[in-house]
């Protein structure tokens, strides 16, 4: 399949995992747009793509901050110029912070670094891309799609997990607004359940799948769905799946 | 039934419905403490309660500011110096505020809004009165109580609610986390999800609900719910009940 | 509380648990009938009520046989006639037959005791019972109820539980279908998950239960929140409550 | 790609939509085995499937019934010998039949077609493909599967849906079992929730699509997303999507 020269792909929240297997796996159709805070965190997987022949550009941008974004949008404009949003990947966990503890050892900041990476990222995401996507549905190949990554925290609190839960399961219900929204205007908005921890090489934040190698999720499996998600039919979307590995208990 | 010297009940956002309808209701077993951002907004129901030979205290404080509610609490001890909580409400409900809107035509100010009043404030509440509960497990007539005031965005995203239904379902899921933190410690955390309008003389903003007022619940109704929620046996807690007008559709 | 000389209330499925339980609560207000398969399974209940002034009765039917159900309610309108029906209890648990298996060791006659007693019964009992709590619309002192005994398992499968999973969801779902159309008219038809086992000397069949009687349900608070759902103002009806110990994990 | 001279498929319920579409769609992998009550629903889709030079047959079986199952199966090793399963799609829908009625209006027959349809159909179909997938778990070029067709009804309720829903619902939730029990021994269970009427000459019975074709769901779609199911790698497992039509309200 040829890469698309008049559509191209983003993904906010690019690491080891489930953001760095989706930007290669959408590179393999359209040029992709990696955000992250810092380029440590995309400049291999840029370089990666690039070398394969396909096209990547990184931009350091907090997605969470307003701003940032725009001018992260601008960039895009002037580097991409005429290309035309296809599909955009809401990718960024801010789970990994300490702030798994029990709810009154908790502060207020631990809160809002949850809020912020998970609802008003999303929001301020959301209202870039949305407008652009609107722009797509005619001529893009497959639906414009907005993919959120959701984790088990988005239907489920828990002793340790209340603010991160908080953060997660209004992101999930923003994504399902938007996606009763967006959908009757051509827009797929979809959201994934990750339900459990990623096969990266640092992945020791998830105590519950620690041991063998076969209960982890390979973040390529991940890219794979967000793939097949973003080419549904219009006639058939998701509006939700989950993913977990065959072992895992739920 | 004599009012309790030893225990009170608090409730956070008292206006004309549910805030003020609970207060009157724990007002039968024990004093009441009625926390609002204005004066306004309990100082008739705390004349009406303290006229009827029970006691209840009013509060300006805006319970989504940790400084002000620590405040309250220490005005709270002067007040009713030695008495324990036994129950705490958290009605605060920034729903009727004019969010309800596209969700390309919100501001950040209006996420911030829904976040403050939904999650943040109970997150507050949370910290400021479930130590305080904790405390009453031995001693109070019926299993200390957190109950938070839901709505059918707690579940549900859609078109016009995205910020609202953000942030009443990360509240309810927090609430969920306290409960199963909190539950195995003898303090009681249940959610109610008020599905329809209340029967208030300015309940103008619920359009579904216009026309009869059969079609309103009522906040004594809802009152008499959570009076029930707090005096549930410790061997059979709810965590989730649901509240709607016989003749809703659902 | 003078029990009623209009209205009664009939209970269907008693052992020693929520049967029992619910039949003496309602007592207090209302005439009881028993229903059971067996009379060893009522007669103790029906004596104790008697015994204390109030009033119960007895009768020995296979609740989920239509013909045996229909014989019932001619020979309830003979044993208390013009009597009319306020309260309905459906609380037959076909669960602690040998049916927690693998599902490969499962027969289809273990798929049918389940399907039998959980949805066959309740459709059966819900044929009967609700045009009688239709003509008690106008008149009853509370919202005339068909109340409805679930489980954990009516909202989750497991590998021990397939065929009473199928069961209690189906049943589930079947209570809140009526809800949805007889609630506009008035019939106030609520679902309650028991999520734990229940205290009674018996209760061996719920391994998770073991040990302390702490983390056994009272069957009296059960029947608590049985009335409380039938005492609800039609105002504010709960469609669905849960109900476990504090200690329960969920 | 070669189809496969080692595995095949099945899809049980076969008639013009979802059974037709998954059979063509599988059979680009594998031989497929079509059953269906009668012949009229299967021969084209095999003729058609076999004229495309892949293989197909059809057998004349009633799966909800355990004994014409079996002779099926023993069918199959006779007409493809030495092939191992790799994908079994349970499909039966008898949801046209004219049981949408208010509740007082159904009869125990149109609870029985339910239950037979959705729960023993599922139970006894479980039970013969459930040990065949086990075996197929090495060597199989996916993981093998069993994918369950859902709909709306397997979620909620509703006033003219009490019997389909409940057969629905308790399908839905064995077939939840079914995955917890399976998945770690490496078959997947996949449950589809189809909201929405599928796009087939005949489809007059969904009055909430009636009107313009954009509102049906293309049965390739639907196809399409059974097979995605099929391939997805064993470290993420979908147990459950959604599918519906772009304009759906939902």
Redesign the interface.
Known sequence: MAVSDKFYAIVAGVGPGTGRSAAIRFSEAYPVVLLARSPESYKDVVAEINKGGRKAIGITADATD?AALKAAFETIKKEIPGLKLAAAIYNIRPNSRPSRK???E?T?ED?DVS?KGN??GL??F??SV??LLLESVEGSPH?PSLIVTGAT?S?????L???I????????????????????Q?V?VAHAIIDGGI?VPDATYYPRNEGTP?T???P???A??YW?LHT???????????????????
Request: aromatic share 12%; no cysteine; net charge positive.
């Open positions: 307003e029990p709810f009154l908790l207020s809160l809020l609802i008003h929001f301020n959301g209202q949305i407008p639906p925290a239907i489920r609190g828990s002793k997990w209340s603010v839960a908080a953060g997660k399961s209004g992101q999930r219900i923003l994504a399902q607004s938007l996606a009763r929204e967006f959908g009757p051509g797929h096969d076969e982890k999720i390979s390529y499996a991940i794979e769905s097949f549904q039919h219009k006639s058939a979307f998701s509006q939700e799946i989950d993913l977990r590995p065959f072992i895992e208990k739920f």
